[in-house]
């Protein structure tokens, strides 16, 4: 990226394309030589066991990526899309933002002392989940949104933020950014080196997902598609806030997923990452497109070392978009075969 | 860019940054040799004269750019938003959508006999502008819905290119695309040098400027925040597509850019470009970031080479925004004395 103002004089120019052709020259001779075959043997998905799911991954990215290949994507239209719960980390035993909800309720719970006695709230702070689950849809998105409105969007991110460097998952015991699978961490970075834009479209909301996407997922803001409240503009003490407002502004779903994409990138993927029914809009607005394109579910099969649910899921419930995969041919990924590693590293 | 597979065998590796590394050497030696001293001499804004508007544009990147500088923006935050009508093209004598708005409806009519004897369709047909102003705002809402709702994304972006490539401007006699001005495209060109992302934030639909804005402006689909209608999700001969529909989704005006920005680019804009009460929110919004920040409104004071407006003006109204950027030192572009050209020469 050029960071230098072209507006300085340039007397460095010329003499600095030298020198850094010198220096290129020089460094190539001084170092041990790394052999012509080092290039061949570099794996840009380690974590991948070889297999169908693997190959199909490599094969087009060499053929989007190849000028005069008949499937060579130009690479402003290089768009890549990914869901998150379940397709780049954890949403087993419940969505990472439903936690993010009871802590917050149970932070807010002393300046709300009424709470003791109504639901949906009083089962919240008991940690009761049959007692949430019998106050129905209702009583769970008024708990969501309690806990997610209120506030300025700046202090929303505080929020996320702080809560993020320090929940842990239940049964990892490791913190939730900690719970993303180190095969996909992979996938993204090899896309991104084959100059593909990589986005994160997801049922999740968007303020819950910016503060760590791009430490995480090397995903920025402006690269983040998702779920979200309604904001209002408001003067505080001469400073303009946005004001988190108890009215869902889009719902970035099933259906949600491809007006979400052509609301905020206005281009059409080329290949789409998902694990669940929620994403299968997305996929099939992907494989509609004219040129070539990649469509890939993650099946979680693997209890021991992860989760493993499919069609009978409540949360990611992964039925017809396993008909439709299976009846087109879009890669499904069988995480117990096809992954070797699950979670990077905890650092 | 790195457009190169890094899984195909990298034999060329080396050898090819060998063999630029002498290209460039061997260019550099055959070329006329510019001067050390033609850097310093380019000046990255050629259209604009020499003035206090042109000196703080400079100042600002000079400082958000150079390293050590108590002023440097990292990278990742420079975000820059423009609006579009006034700001980067002609909006006089009335809004180039409202221009389109009234010849789709003229292509529309041989399918609605029934707009012959019906305002404010009549009015529009007529071309009597004081017939559709006495339909009231209503009536413009619904010319301006009807003409823009009913078709897919894809068929609607046709039908903007191809209105786009014939349609010109009343006065100027030449595409509205060709309307743009100059002294901006260079700010554009001038800022994206520096790693300075460029986004439109406009009024304007987002779906009527993203089909030329990359051709035009350099500016990708991705970087238009815009208003939207809302676009529903369908299966049509077993193909998806989003059917655009006559609800409004959002207004990206006022209070509405500041809310647009941040639910799109979710990063807060250090520099910030407008011409009308349209964008003083956006501006607030800008100026009230931590770090550095430019705000800049275009005045158009010239009604010889384009048109002169402010306090009293229906389209583009420059009132109270004017107001506060002479109380806190926003810089004020005088159209008149500060650029030297108004319109790129024509193609």
């Known amino acids: 990226m050029r960071t230098r103002s072209n507006i300085r004089p340039a007397r460095s120019g010329h003499h600095s394309r030298l020198a850094l052709c010198l220096l290129t020259l020089v460094l190539m001779a001084a170092s041990p030589l790394p052999s012509l075959a080092q290039g061949a043997k570099t794996d840009p998905l380690p974590s991948w066991n070889e297999g ?199 719902i970035d779903d099933k259906e949600g997923k491809p007006i979400g994409i052509n609301n905020i990138i206005g281009k059409r993927p080329v290949a789409a990452f998902g694990n669940s029914d929620g994403d299968q809009q997305m996929l099939e607005w992907t494989a509609a497109g004219k040129g070539p394109s990649l469509m890939l579910l993650v099946h979680h099969t693997d209890a021991e070392r992860e989760y493993a649910y499919d069609r009978q899921s409540k949360i990611g419930t992964l039925d017809k978009a396993l008909d439709e995969a299976n009846a087109k041919g879009w890669i499904v990924v069988d995480m117990k075969r096809d992954w070797k590693t699950i979670f990077p590293p905890v650092r």
């Open 52 to 250: 169908s799911a693997k190959k199909a991954i490599l094969d087009f990215v060499v053929r989007t990526t190849t000028e005069g290949s008949p499937n060579f994507v130009k690479v402003e239209d290089r768009i890549a899309t990914f869901d998150n719960d379940g397709t780049l980390w954890v949403e087993e035993p419940v969505y990472t933002q439903v936690m993010f909800a009871f802590d917050r309720i149970k932070a807010m719970a002393p300046q709300h002392p009424e709470w003791k006695e109504n639901e949906p709230f009083k089962s919240v702070l008991a940690g009761d989940m049959k007692g949430l689950e019998a106050s129905g849809e209702k009583g769970l998105i008024g708990v969501m949104m309690t806990a997610h409105v209120g506030m300025t969007t700046d202090e929303f991110a505080k929020i996320v933020a702080d809560w993020m460097a320090t929940a842990q998952h239940p049964r990892f015991k490791r913190k939730y950014t900690e719970c993303v699978y180190q095969p996909m961490l992979e996938l993204l970075a090899f896309l991104r080196a084959n100059a593909f834009e990589t986005y994160i479209v997801s049922g999740g909301g968007v303020e819950f997902m910016r503060p760590w996407t791009q430490r995480v997922y090397g995903i920025p803001p402006q690269q983040v598609v998702g779920s979200s409240v309604k904001t209002k503009f408001e003067i505080r003490n001469g400073q303009p806030v946005l004001l988190r407002i108890p009215e869902i502004n889009f």
